[in-house]
């Protein structure tokens, strides 16, 4: 069956960047694209962005554009997402979801929590 | 960009209760809407998609309607897991995917 499994939490202090990666199994990697979501403390789902594995093609929401980069490793069915100059406003749940055409995201995985201290 | 608004914002009801969930669109989408449920610490699941389509395995007490900028999410008896946050999301090709704010829905 179809599995995303995430990186575990992190802690960053305010500026620095983080890396998370959302690897599969159960499909071929390159047939679908890959979406991350984050969600902030008691707060909605935000859509940040996704990435076409076959090709690396991207597409970032505007609140993130020049912050967020996505990339896949097809060798190992991985997708990553990183974000840069990260400020406490970053705290949030970070989730991949796998776009199935035309059902929107309807496997995703179980989050990773990023926190921004000082 | 699209934006999503969801009424209510919260919303309380009792099982056995019918429950409806409006999201309206800044402009029109077609069909191009899903519906996600969202228990706490949980990924979303997702409920239906292209507005009407009811994703496999949830419930048919689960349902859509709508296009275009208005869509509604039905339940037509409230059962205890249901009690939950929805919320609408924008989906296509051609523009950002955006999510409606969420409606929470809790026991009465």
């Known amino acids: 069956q179809v599995q995303l499994v995430q990186s575990g939490a992190e802690v960053k202090k305010p500026g620095a960047s983080v890396r998370v990666s959302c690897k599969t199994s159960g499909y071929t990697f390159t047939d679908f694209y890959l979406h991350w979501v984050r969600q902030a403390p008691g707060q909605g789902l935000e859509w940040m962005g996704r990435?076409?594995?076959?090709?690396?093609?991207?597409k970032y929401a505007q609140t993130f554009q020049g912050r967020v980069t996505m990339t896949s490793d097809t060798s190992i069915s991985t997708a990553y997402m990183e974000l840069s100059s990260l400020r406490h406003d970053d705290t949030a749940v970070y989730f991949c979801?796998?776009?199935?055409?035309?059902?929107?995201?309807?496997?995703w995985g179980q989050g990773t929590l990023v926190t921004v201290s000082s | 960009d699209i934006q999503m608004t969801q009424s209510p914002s919260t919303l309380s009801a009792s099982v056995g209760d019918r429950v409806n969930i409006t999201c309206r669109a800044s402009q029109s989408i077609s069909k191009w809407l899903a519906w996600y449920q969202q228990k706490p610490g949980k990924a979303p699941k997702l409920l239906i998609y292209?507005?009407?389509n009811l994703e496999i395995g949830v419930p048919s007490s689960f349902s859509g309607s709508g296009s275009g900028t208005e869509f509604t999410l039905t339940i037509s008896s409230l059962q205890p897991g249901d009690f939950a946050t929805y919320y609408c999301?924008?989906?296509?090709?051609?523009?950002?995917?955006?999510f409606g704010q969420g409606t929470r829905v809790e026991i009465k």
């Open positions: 990435i076409n594995p076959n090709s690396g093609d991207t």
């Open positions: 979801a796998r776009e199935r055409p035309p059902v929107a995201t309807n496997s």
């Open positions: 999301q924008h989906y296509n090709n051609y523009s950002p995917w955006t």
């Open positions: 292209k507005a009407s």
